[in-house]
């Protein structure tokens, strides 16, 4: 029995199903992974998607009229003529002339092979961008549910929908919910790349940040620079540096604590951690080996007393 003969008797047997036999029809059993089996090949659609029975496949064993994807709806209101003419033309084109759902459905299958093969471009994104990308996905997110939750939750307008319309703006809030869950899940816990930068400056003065940042630039290193303690921590949870430059008075936490903070953290603690400030030498040299900092540069420094920050840099 060839392909196109056994769809033809599979699709006899659905057309000889009773209501009651549809509605209760065992997926598992042999004669329900058969009926799969016809709709996919039919309508190259999912009978189940995530664990649930798609409401097309329903339709489909009702005997009910769905649009498959080799057919184009190009429009409710023109004729039958008209529409077999353009069914003809998809047909003999496809390749030639992909329509805007298929190219979509190809960039889409693109996009799900390149995650699962560890390629997706996202994880290579700043944070920046990605702040922007999550920004541009929401707002107009916000918009639809809140005017959706407005129709349905206001009384005054509520009475004036229709038991239709009212099921309609209830699907769009529960969609709104779950894509906006998606959007928060897939986008804000995104982390920086391990390798985005070099070094971590955590230092309260802008001058000194862009001057720093600026130099190491020049030299072909990425500096980032935070104004505060707390900052400096959040940021090492994104990412970890080769090199730590810290500057002791802060405005919120010591950089005596932020060091101890850093060193006795199993993940952090060999990362080299200099600290960068205007106090004295002598002073600084008393908290050396209760923070267990690997070094000193003091204020004003020269360049050249980054030069143990390069040996390291190019040991790393």
Known sequence: MNNKEQIRNEDDIRNSLTDHE??????ESELGKKLIYLYEQQTEKHAVWRSNVTEAFKKW???????????????????????????????????????FSELIRQGVKSFIEDSEKGKSN????????????SHALKEPLTSIKGYSQF???????????????????????????LLENRIISFLDNIKIQNHEYDILLI???????????SYFDSKGYICKGVVSGSKGLEELGRAQPKVILLDIILPDLSGYDICKTIKSDKEFRKIPTFF?????????????????????????????????????????
């Open 151 to 177: 129709l349905f939750e206001n009384e005054s307008y509520k009475e004036k929908l229709t038991e239709d319309v009212q099921d309609k703006l209830k699907n769009i809030l529960e969609q709104s919910n």
């Open 61 to 99: 064993l009702r005997g009910e009229k769905i649009y498959t994807r080799e057919k184009e709806r190009i429009s409710l209101y023109v004729s039958e003529e008209t529409k077999n003419e353009w069914q003809g033309f998809i047909n003999q084109n496809k390749e030639e002339f992909p329509t």
């Open 122 to 133: 996202l994880s290579k994104l700043n944070q920046h961008t990605i702040s922007n990308i």
């Open 276 to 316: 960068l400030t205007a106090i004295s030498g002598s002073e600084v040299e008393k908290h050396l080996k209760e923070t267990n900092a690997d070094g000193y540069i003091l204020k004003p420094f020269n360049f050249s007393d980054f030069g143990i920050i390069f040996e390291i840099l190019r040991a790393r």
């Open 203 to 213: 230092e309260d003065d802008l001058a000194t940040i862009r001057l720093i940042t």
């Open 22 to 27: 549809k509605e209760n029809l065992d997926l």
